[in-house]
């Protein structure tokens, strides 16, 4: 018998629908985690004395760079057989499948070309974007984990915890652990983290240490929500780590790499820009 406690989850992921035309809440929410963050990023650069009439490139971007890096993630990380044998069928995202792994990767090799296009033209580097760039990326993470959430996909193993969520729209009956919920709940929580080491320490902190730790949270918590969640593909059935644990791995070292790297010999983390003084002026004696 079910307890009254379980959740019954099913509702339909269209917010409206016209004709053949579907609005979804996975699609708001992800479009809204990239516009919150446009505006993140005006605090950021008028904060730093940066000129914010490159922020529609950065923002193309980077949504660019999301989508294909996730795509491209899915379709090799998870499905590689499938999709080489028929790579028109990439092209078709309409279909579903996006890694965030992939996407992760994405954006890493963008934002290095992105630095190397306008970045000595505007005074920043590529551990100075990505410091700020983690923080968004972080609240972006929450919301898209919610549109999973509405969607009724990637939820966890059966549980007899009370918060257990019974996904109608899936077929289930028994009560799955909701680890789009565990996932958002703790990308908000790294957010709110961030945010304030930025806002409160940001002239005492390092280049490379925000960007290290999120990297180290981010995907740890990833890793360790893994071992509740279901399989995504059939191969991962009876590994010790699933793909997506395994690919969580080189993110964590990284971050730990970078943490101590740039507390040792970091610049500073704010824009030398505005840390210039302009000299005293000399006293007439």
Known sequence: MISPLFITWGPSPDIFSIGSVHIRYYSI????GFIIGFYLFVKFF??????VDILDKLLYALLFAAVVGARLGHC????PDYYLANPIEILKIWNGGLASHGGAIGILLTMWWFVAKYGKKYHFD????????????S??????????????EIYGNPTNLPWGFIFTLRGETVPKHPTQLYESIAYLIIFLILMHMYRKWLPKLKRGTLFGVFLILLFTARFLIEYVKEPQVAFEQGMPLNMGQLLSLPFIITGVILVIYSVKKGKPAMIELQQKKKPASKQVK
């Open 126 to 137: 590529f551990l100075w974007l990505m410091d700020r760039l983690g923080i968004a990326t």
């Open 46 to 51: 008028k904060r730093e004395g940066i000129s």
């Open 29 to 32: 929410l992800f479009v809204s």
């Open 139 to 152: 609240l972006a993470g929450s919301l898209i984990r919610l549109g999973n959430l509405m969607n009724s």
């Open 76 to 79: 090799l990380f998870y499905e």
